[in-house]
């Protein structure tokens, strides 16, 4: 059985967004890339959001500092992170989050995804992401990426959804 990584914890999550920035600039720098200020800045604002931010989202937010960021400015800089690997998509909700490991490989990762409070729990687990490649790979398919995102409640929204039942059954 395998030990428990802290990204199973449903409430692991960038806890500090400027660390979050400063552990990509340092991953920058050791593979030659160039992080501008907007990215950079794109990065902090999915760092330190509380849950996945929509594109329209991120581009709201960062007019406040910055005006001629346009959409075309947020899709260049999230296409930057995403190809080496800084954030996620989640394609379900069309949505981005930050990597727990940004200065690691690319990984595929599944994700949970709250429908009532909309949280992501980055689910790192080799053992489902080997399984579903090797599950393909027998079948004679060639997998060349992975998006396994699984929709429901949180604990703690499936808490409150079960509050009242409780309540009613006393």
Do not use: W
Not at 37 to 61: C, N, S, V, W
Not at 124 to 143: N, W
Not at 149 to 166: D, F, N, T, W
């Amino acid at each position: 059985m395998s030990e428990e990584h802290a990204c199973t914890d449903p409430h692991h999550h960038v806890h500090d967004g400027a660390a979050y920035v400063q552990e990509v600039e340092r991953a920058c720098e050791q593979r030659g890339l160039r992080l501008t200020p907007i990215r950079a800045h794109a990065l902090r604002l999915i760092g330190d959001a509380d849950r996945p931010l929509k594109a329209y989202e991120l581009l709201d937010q960062m007019k406040a500092t910055h005006d001629a960021a346009a959409p075309p400015t947020v899709y260049r800089a999230l296409d930057f992170l995403l190809e080496h690997g800084f954030i996620h998509k989640l394609a379900s909700i069309n949505a981005f989050v930050g990597c727990h490991h940004p200065g690691g490989e690319q990984h595929a990762v599944p994700f949970l995804i709250c429908d009532r409070c909309h949280c992501a729990t980055e689910l790192e687990d080799e053992q489902i992401v080997g399984a579903l490649d090797q599950r393909a790979r027998a079948l004679g398919f060639v997998p060349q990426a992975q998006t396994l995102e699984v929709h429901g409640l949180c604990a703690a929204c499936a808490k409150q959804a079960s509050a009242p039942e409780a309540t009613d059954r006393g």
